[in-house]
């Protein structure tokens, strides 16, 4: 259920056309309802203001598809991360409109429209190709979130040319999302030459002792620029729910 | 120099007061200029429409003077993180009107009054007493950048309903700094509870197994709760700053 | 061979039914017999006053029958934990009334019917639906050691509310198991809702900085909340063990 | 306010002794109070039954004495860990009747006598002589929780024949807490002898790979035994605490 | 070429059946010859009085069994280490006496009978049977290397009884190996009951905090027994050589 | 209580001159007399046949010397390691023929004289010359023990000609104690030139990722030449025992 | 593009070949083209004198080959790293002349014939045979930049003299690679031995505490012996890269 | 003993001035003399052309000044490294024109002028302040090698531009050190300007989660840009060595 529903609700109360007992039953209903196995917590997408998301990982398509049902039925906008592409069919074969990102393995599902409430470009920036699928799955967040979103590839920190040529991009940004793997160097740099919010996403991109996007994380963390804040290794999602969040203010 | 200063010079130009060989003359002398042992960014100030952020540690008393002389002529705020109280005396006799923030370790320098871009309020909370200092130098840093700032101490988890009960000041403010050592549970809370967006800051406090503040570190970039970004740990000064970033917007 | 066994033998030999020599030779056979591959504790689940325990993992299909047919010649009662489903095929070819549970890989053969030594219920709470196989390890366990087991799953700290609307379930448990992935708060904050002993179990379920668990464990290890004690990441089993321990106090 | 005072309250309103306006005005004023850098919670000590518990670390004498004034107008035990010996001077000096314990460097104060709801006997054991000051805090804390409390010290596991002469008072304990650092091999000892819950003590003795307790933590965590749950490196009032939640059923 | 071979040698310089040259040619021919791929190292043979051993990890087939052919020649025993089943094939097929162990994946050839130097019994001892393969790649190396072994299986410390009942075979042993995963605790018991050198190996065997042996190699490295050296973990090969050595002594 | 004085005890009973009574009362007071704070476990000495060893650390003067009492009134030979040196003086006052080793850190003294149970020739070797006072550890330790010992410093594997230059020494010895910070290289390459048993001692010598001896304990730990093994960081006296346990065989 | 192709447009500009705006439009080329998921960057072969470089990981055989072709219309030699052996198939059909390593996974493919910029010879040394794939990537690539690279296989610490027979060779090395596992000790070694710079590379090689080339990767770091520096895990490129740039000064 | 004076013996006999014996005599007394505690290597500085280095960490100023006279004595040029100031006295009195750098706490001391074998300039940049004295350390090793050293101080990538203003000192430099600590990116920056080898020094500036140098030195081993290698943290001297050890090439 989203703001415009309630407000509905809450106009027909003012109006006379829907009664105190009615309008009583239907936001009772609006709590978590217990799936036996999930709580789906329906005040949420009211408070946050956003669709309801849903962690694919460990889950079957039985599950993911009976927690779908619950959610459409109360008209949300679904969004479901780290779904592997063999669970997709048994879901899209109830959910055919739903498009799924192979790359970042992302599911998306729209029962209305999505809204813009983003104020301006959020831009993502990788380091590398390999960098790409977790980029891809900030950026979808962030345009299903209703945001415009451009992105910037494969500018690593040692052909430095390559970032400053895009200079101008990086100056229109309203919120940057920056993605590496490696030596997690590009947010040190990209926070250097703009004054906007820099979220950095560590990779797990890298051999022998990046261990699995620890160094990337430290590195990030232990950035000589200010105005930068990072997220968990891979969590493209997280950055660009957090980008979302403050390309809305 | 800010961009007061600037906007000032560009209309000397255009009025006739200035010339251009003064004007440029002005302009070449804003680049980092070569103090033997550490190199002051102008340009930066300008870029960034902030204050000079000097980091004390490691520093003498007489190089941290040197340094707060070059800023002053051009007109900068300062704010000086990471200084030992017994490097203050030496400072304050040539800035007596400097002020110093013990328990933060934060000294403040202003050349001209503090102008407010920040739009709402900043939250800064802690989860115990022992992490007040750290939230200090959120606190300090996000005011001298212009911005509201109140702060919410010792509601951490283990009693929620001290957390609770101040429900309202934390759907009041627009950004949140939360600062927690030991596990490191409060922001995950709070993200749940707010639908804006939300400063992990991870503190040294605790003992055994609480790693230095490795273990509340962690635990804030697994957070299950989305709209959360970490900076480094006991990093007071880098959530002021990116809150401060994002209030501006 | 469980207390009412030997209890009887004591008797019988009071009673002049069996004779000292007869007593003597069966309590002789008691001490761990020696299989060649492993050593069973007869002894043991007299000491504990608990049924057998066998960790399934890297035995054999044929080890665990030829274990389980020694135990039930002694009239024991046997709980077998990390046991892969495609072992259990030959198992229940000898033991066909064993039960398995697939999701938390436990297998159980009951010899006689189970007592009911817990005092109250032992409450089995999780922060995700990620969780639950742990959570159902636990909570088989403590079944099947006698005790009233009730669950509470998909409540983790991110939507706090789901866990505060079930307040008067967590009052009324007399031990309470806490399950939790990610950063692993959730037994912070029961701890601090509740004056009963909290068992808190951490999980591998997370990516990147979750580091197999590690992040959970450290936080639950650092609780703020009183009244917390961990053990090892996944170990559902454990945890059902000690809270059976101190349910039947 | 303990639970007595409570009592009292109530039954002053039953007989007339007290307006429901006095009462409320009472219960009123229970809530936290903000001392301005910590929120006292005296609902705490109602919930679990038990007295309010300070950390001292990082706070001054000053402030520990202002939060023991509040505790004490309230009729609260106080129970103070980690206060440093240099500080316990000024707090003497206003609270003359507390008792500070050099070794462990906890502080007790009563404001009414120790109630013992424990049932039966708390056995703190250690595996060597310099694991007793981590052991005494586990000891106070329990005494001062109103159980009976036992030592056994310096029966580590390389002289096994130490710990076996005591069998008796091991199975005499209704709970047991064993403290060890080094190797941390005790608790799966004393664990596989008793069928009582056992609460792991890592400490910090040792040297070299024993990391400041990791390695006898990650022994605990790992025990072959049952029936045992681990606290933090060196946190002998967590373990008092939570035998006393176990032995109190 | 073992001792034997060069006694014969030079024996036969001294009664004149061996010309100078032709022994200075066969000397010659010992030091370690390029296959191309690796050096064998004859001398060494002789220098340590053992046969020659080859990591068979990373190595193919056809490798192995050039490298046994060199060897062969020479008249050298071969021990070959953690040798994948599917690689046996290859090999026996050119080496059809060769003996193979699944379980320890161990393979060995005679080209003359074994001697036995050892003095005493070399006793292997685990901790459950799950590290019975590590125990085994042990004591093939040192029945290979001519000591009498003996094996104590499943004796861990949380029954310490089971260790107890076999201690005359604990002290008539003249070197032990104590293998054991999880906790790691045996070692300290051992090293505590026997005055004989303790060759402590730590097994990967455990889940979650036991992070693939380390506990347990840290918690032998710390152990509060004297006596007691440690190998890496799951070095089965290493103990056993190590016990060779000082039970040659 | 050392092994010649329980031959004079059981020799007088044979002869008639001690009654078993009196025997008997001897006997009892053997086992491990509670000093309070510390057991000491007379029989331990008779077990092992090696003086009763004191771990220093973290036991006052007053502790040590109440300890050193009741040894010295069984007929104890005693070794303090880790003993700082400013407790030594309160020691010395009442044991006035101990010996301070500053050094290392270790005291001994001695009730009865050395008998020399060692066969042949322990060699100290270390790598540079920081690491020779947990050599000295380990070198006093075995003579106290009645080992013949030698020493060979500062000849590290950087200048291997250091090295080979000694082998003479090298393969005199009988058993070899190889102590070694940084990168912990010289037991592989020791271990390869002799047919003996290594013990390797890694020492915290290095800065940066040396990471107190870690570095050197892996190093060691992975050897690739047979024949070591590893005791702890800085643990000369355990190296030290070991090799007497071995060079009495 | 290399130096010749540059040194010819300008001749041909000089000579009046090429007009102005032919030169230009071919300069402007240059810069990296976005090929949409990778940014070929022309200048930098320009720059770094050396062929384009492509890591092999994450990248399809699509991909790869759309990157060389770009390349070879430039006129640039091409080295591929970490490319698994069955995307060399597309590969090899478009490009018939490359050459692919399989042991260890490079790919080279001419334009132009290799010069030979390197002064000496670069010497590639292993410990062990297992080393060999990360050697033969350093070797490859060090001979593809235009050296003349020679082997020195298996010739690891615990058997010195085979590495003391090849001094000859080592000391006729101007650069020396060294490529060890485990232990990591041959660099310190072969670093006190001549006065050239070396090229340490740790490898994965190893089990248990060599945690995946970890311990080799320290130890070389810590290394007693000067005139060393270290790579990545694994990183044979990086090392035959970093020796060539030092091999043509 | 340096290279001219061995050819000045060598020269001697060919002339006759010098007798065989004497020659001999002489040589002789060149390998490594046994000072107690440590042995100094006088082949070393032969085999490497370089002067003698000692470690100051550990070693007593007698220690020092003892090692220094044996040096003097055979005319070497002798560097101190890690040497606290207070040791200094002590030694500048025996030595007084020996010359103490207080901020990389470097000792330096010539029997006879530098000759200066490097042939281009070696740059050593910095990315704070705070880096300066381990950057220190490798400048006044290399100079003392007999290298052109210049600096660059204070560029790191928050403010790109400062490194790129500076671009023609880069490209003009024969070998580059790159000295930084938290993230560690300058070196990946560095690498990507120049077509020179480069030497990474990460340093232990940082706090949180920079862990005294390891994120840096992380980074740096993971750097993208080819043509870095790296030396242990803090290791000014290593980089200093090294470089001057390329340069002379």
Known sequence: MNILKLEGLLKGIKSGKTTLDEAMAQLKSLPFEDLGFTRIDHHRSLRRGFPEVIWGEGKTSAQIVSIMKQLRRKGQNILITRLEEKKTKAIQRVFPKSHYYPRSKVLTYLTHPVRTPGKGTILVITAGTTDIPVAEEAAVTAQFMGNRVET??????????????????????????????????????????????????????????????????????????????????????????????????
Chains 1, 2, 3, 4, 5, 6, 7, 8 share one sequence.
Do not use: K, Q
Not at 184 to 199: H, K, N, T, Y
Not at 202 to 222: D, E, K, Q, R, W
Not at 229 to 238: K, S, T
């Open 152 to 249: 910037l590839y494969d500018v690593g920190v040692a052909g430095i040319h390559r970032l400053l040529s895009e200079r101008e991009r990086l100056e229109a940004a309203r919120v940057l999302v920056v993605v590496a793997g490696m030596e997690g160097a590009l947010p040190s740099v990209v926070g250097g030459l703009v004054d906007r919010p820099v979220i950095a996403v560590p990779t797990s991109v890298g051999y022998g002792a990046s261990f699995g996007g620890i160094t990337a994380l430290l590195a990030m963390l232990n950035s000589c620029a200010s105005g930068i804040a990072v997220v968990n290794i891979d969590n493209g999602f997280g950055a660009g729910y957090m980008a979302s969040l403050i390309n809305r203010m």
